[in-house]
């Protein structure tokens, strides 16, 4: 919500606008002016200093108390905001954000039941199965997407996994070293992958593999039952093992608590190795699925989502994913302030929309940010990564 029309449209709901708020951060900023709730907020004193504070800086940790990422998601807002931005530029240039596009080559039909997922054949929704995309249009696309400014290619397939898939598999490794040899990041989401595909990817040139946790393993099964959050965590580990580097995130929206989306950190951030990239994903509701009627999350979810994700895995890619169609300028602006310094860009994102490419150039122009270039030295096999000490590149990334 712009500045403007906050200043001169009333809020429907409170609690619409501050997400899933607690009563606590609420208490200041509650349109309830009762004298209960004015004696609450004078002797509620403030702490000296918050976990965001206390933790922001720190050496890179995979031994995540889940009670302390709680703590740092639980700052006052404005406090976790400005610490996630101080870690951000402490490893990052602040100014740099990547840009990737993703393309479904073969979409629908997917016998999975995620309950967000419109690719799925179990819900009855505009999305049809179709078959894999042919040389030709995949290369294409790759290139356009280059020449857009993307530095990242990213493939994606509404697949449960790779089994009795050998022909299109082969198909997608010569998509893989083709896209490769064009000076451009590879990533692929295929599903779950078993010791000797993440090889073979690797081996072509595969630069990361997408596999999101998507919630906490509480509130997994009740989102997904047909692949195991054990099974999610196996293929990480594969890819993993192979060299590849992993990106896994997750989705706010889909009727979690709060302590899901701690839960889902703790579990990323005290994997051996931290993803590469954690995608922050927004719902986006999609007609005939099973969660077509959740109410969308706000940006201050996002922010502290983001936040606390940049705290905590302060080296890795933070990025700002499905559902930034849904933000203004000045919101996608905080979620980079606070550590966002990723975002697909092309008029899709596999089935549902995304911004157009035009939006995000001026968007760029106006906050003064520079496409980031790409890294070829990423990859879990390779622990030399590009270093950045307050916004200063100490280690310069390999130029395509």
């Known amino acids: 919500m712009s500045a403007i029309r906050l200043a001169t449209q009333p809020l429907r709901s409170a609690r619409r606008f501050y997400g899933t708020a607690t009563p ?45 990422i709680q703590a740092i998601f639980d700052s006052p807002f404005m ?8 870690v951000h530029r402490e490893n990052f240039n602040a100014r740099e954000v990547q840009q990737c596009t993703l393309l479904s080559i073969k979409t629908g039909g997917c016998t999975e039941d995620c309950k967000y997922c419109p690719q799925s054949s179990r819900y009855n929704t505009v999305v049809k199965a179709q078959k894999m995309l042919d040389t030709g249009e995949v290369l294409e696309s790759a290139q356009r997407a280059k020449d857009a400014g993307s530095t990242r290619f990213c493939m994606g397939a509404a697949w449960r996994d790779l089994a009795g898939r050998k022909s299109n598999f082969n198909k997608i490794l010569g998509y893989v070293k083709a896209i490769r040899g064009m000076g451009m990041e590879v990533c692929c989401t295929l599903g779950m992958l078993n010791e000797t595909q993440a090889k073979q990817l690797k081996e072509a040139g595969l630069t990361a593999y997408n596999h999101n946790l998507d919630t906490s393993r509480e509130f997994y099964p009740k989102i997904i039952s047909t692949r195991s959050y054990d099974e999610r965590l196996e293929t ?28 889902l950190l703790h579990t990323l951030s ?24 959740q109410e969308p999350v706000s940006v201050f979810d996002m922010v502290r989502m983001i936040a606390t994700a940049r705290i905590v895995m302060p080296q890795s890619m933070v990025r700002l994913s499905a559902g930034r169609v849904r933000f203004s300028v ?41 496409p980031k270039p790409p890294n070829f030295e990423q990859g879990s096999d390779n622990p030399d990564q590009p270093k950045y000490d307050n916004g200063i590149k100490i280690k310069a990334e390999v130029s395509a």
Not at 79 to 85: Q, S, T
Not at 240 to 260: K, W, Y
Not at 270 to 293: F, I, Q, Y
Request: net charge negative; aromatic share 4%.
């Open 236 to 263: 990480i580990g594969n890819a993993q093992d192979a060299g590849i580097s992993v990106c896994s995130g997750g989705i706010i929206g889909l009727g979690e608590q709060e302590e899901d989306r701690v839960g």
């Open 330 to 370: 000045a919101e996608q602006a905080m979620c980079f302030m606070a550590g966002a310094n990723s975002i697909f860009t092309g008029d899709k994102l596999l089935t549902t929309p995304n911004n157009e490419f035009t939006d995000d150039q001026k968007m760029f122009q106006l906050l003064g940010l520079v």
């Open 24 to 68: 606590t951060r609420l208490a200041a900023v509650s349109p309830q002016t009762t004298t209960t709730t004015a004696a609450a907020v004078q002797n509620t004193a403030a702490p000296a200093i918050s976990a965001a504070a206390l933790h922001a800086g720190g050496p890179l940790r995979n031994d995540w108390s889940r009670e302390e």
């Open 270 to 293: 005290n994997l051996p190795k931290h993803p590469e990239s954690v995608p922050v994903n927004a719902l986006l509701a999609v007609e005939g699925t099973p969660l077509e009627k």
């Open 79 to 86: 406090d976790l905001m400005y610490h996630g931005a101080k």
